[in-house]
């Protein structure tokens, strides 16, 4: 059995957040349910003390939770959210009534469940990672507010992830593909088979778009289960799109009517099916396709999906020149981004600011954005596991080519190096923006810096 320190009381968020990352990485991973279960039957299944809607998939995840809790929210329902990893601040990954956890209600959850830690340690062959204590903390947050319903995230897969001790009554599937392939599996057949392990008998799957043999395996663990499925394209989706000032303005078929002049404050047409996957998995919810039940408002979606809103998620966070911020970290990220690039905005160049982390497919994303890209500093964030900012200009310059690369190992030097690029541009229409990329890490380095930038 590993060691760890045993459990003291946290005073500051930042005695919390240490305590937390003493244990496993998140990256650490032993298939297994048993140390989650033990924790969670200590802390009193918590779980299980209010409804569940989880979501698994590659992408888009934290943003169609984000619009689930909203509009359960504009419901006067009761919420609880869990996603992951953080952008800027811990606090992120546990929100009750749309409202991120304090810094103070933070501390007092971690030392709620604090003493049982070590007693799961002890009894184990593994210690409680990092992951599963916080995954406890919300669970036991959530059953504590109380909350009406809880809208969970995965952490990676679903079968062995820590959050599937909890049963959803819905089951979102976002789209998937290749990630983590060294945790999950080198196919996007062996993926699904992993996250397919959220499906739970009698839920309704909410299933986005997804390959033929993708979708071969998610609808052949709900017939297993008994589990009944609602698929995008087949019984909701989107049925038009526009690109509006601040968003877009989308016409959204859900399980039940048709939601017409719906505006999103989030840009690209992955965040439109997001959007139509949220809206499905609120209707299941409320009213299965099989039963009557409690139907949305037009006036109640319209409202919740403009209040919508998701940190790092081409979120444009300077003018002058524009810097947006997205946490694209792998191929299929990257192409949605890349898309929503050319799809809702008009620069006249953009400039990449990429810092990665190594054991993603980097060649991938860079491909991918090889073709948006005018030019691309290189840099790299501050974690152990980031790719080193040369080593990413070797494999950058071999993309796209060496007059096109700038290796700026200082995350706040690149981004100046990049808005200065960015500037130099003959056109007094729309010039050149800043596109900071690569992973959830490095955008939330350059939230903070460029937050504290402009505080100034």
Wanted: charge should be negative.
């Amino acid at each position: 059995m590993s060691e760890t320190p045993q459990a003291r009381p946290a005073q500051t968020i930042s005695e919390a957040e240490d305590a937390l990352l003493s244990r496993w990485p998140e990256t650490r991973l032993e298939p297994s349910l048993d140390r989650i279960r033990a924790f969670t039957e200590l802390l009193g299944d918590p779980q299980h003390a209010y409804q569940v809607i989880h979501l698994t998939g590659t992408n888009g995840k934290t943003s169609t939770a984000r619009m689930i809790e909203t509009l359960l929210g504009a419901l006067d329902l009761r919420t609880g959210r869990f996603t992951s990893p953080h952008v800027e601040k811990i606090n992120e990954r546990i929100s009750v009534d749309c409202e991120q956890l304090s810094d103070e209600e933070f501390v007092a959850a971690y030392n709620d469940v604090a003493p049982y830690t070590h007693l799961v340690d002890e009894d184990q062959p593994h210690p409680l990672s990092f992951f599963e204590t916080v995954v406890g903390m919300a669970f036991a947050k959530f059953a504590e507010a109380p909350v009406d319903v809880a809208v969970v995230e995965v952490g990676m897969g679903g079968s062995w992830d820590a959050t599937n001790v909890a049963d959803g009554r819905v089951a979102v599937i976002t789209p998937i593909g290749l990630d983590h392939a060294q945790y999950l599996g080198d196919t996007p057949v062996a993926i699904a088979q992993e996250k397919a392990g959220i499906i739970k008998p009698g839920a309704t799957v909410v299933m986005a778009k997804q390959l033929p043999e993708v979708r071969q395996v998610l609808l052949d663990r709900a017939a297993e289960v008994g589990a009944t499925v609602v698929e995008e394209e087949v019984d909701f989706g989107v049925l038009a799109r526009n690109p509006a000032v601040g968003g877009q303005v989308l016409s959204l078929r859900g399980l039940h009517t048709t939601y017409d002049e719906v505006f999103v404050p989030l840009y690209g047409a992955h965040q439109a099916e997001n959007a139509a996957l949220a809206l499905a998995a609120v209707e299941a919810l409320l009213a299965p396709p099989d039963q009557q039940g409690q139907l949305l408002s037009a006036e109640v979606v319209v409202d919740a999906f403009a209040r919508v809103s998701s940190p790092g998620r081409l979120e444009i966070v300077r003018s002058s020149p524009t810097i947006l911020l997205d946490a694209a970290h792998n191929p299929h990220g990257a192409e949605a981004t890349a898309a929503a690039l050319e799809d809702s905005f008009s620069f006249d160049h953009v400039i990449g600011v990429i810092g990665v982390m190594s054991d993603k497919d980097v060649e991938g994303v860079l491909s991918v954005f090889e073709p948006h890209l005018s030019h691309l500093v290189v840099t790299q964030n501050s974690t152990e596991r980031a790719m080193s900012a040369r080593r990413l200009g070797q494999v950058a310059i071999e993309i796209f080519g060496e007059e096109r690369v700038t290796v700026v190992p200082r995350l706040d030097d690149a981004i100046d190096a990049a808005a200065a690029l960015a500037e130099e541009s003959d056109s007094s229409i729309s010039g050149g923006a800043v596109l900071v990329t690569g992973s959830v890490v490095t955008v939330g380095e350059a939230r903070v810096l460029l937050r504290r930038q402009g505080s100034r």
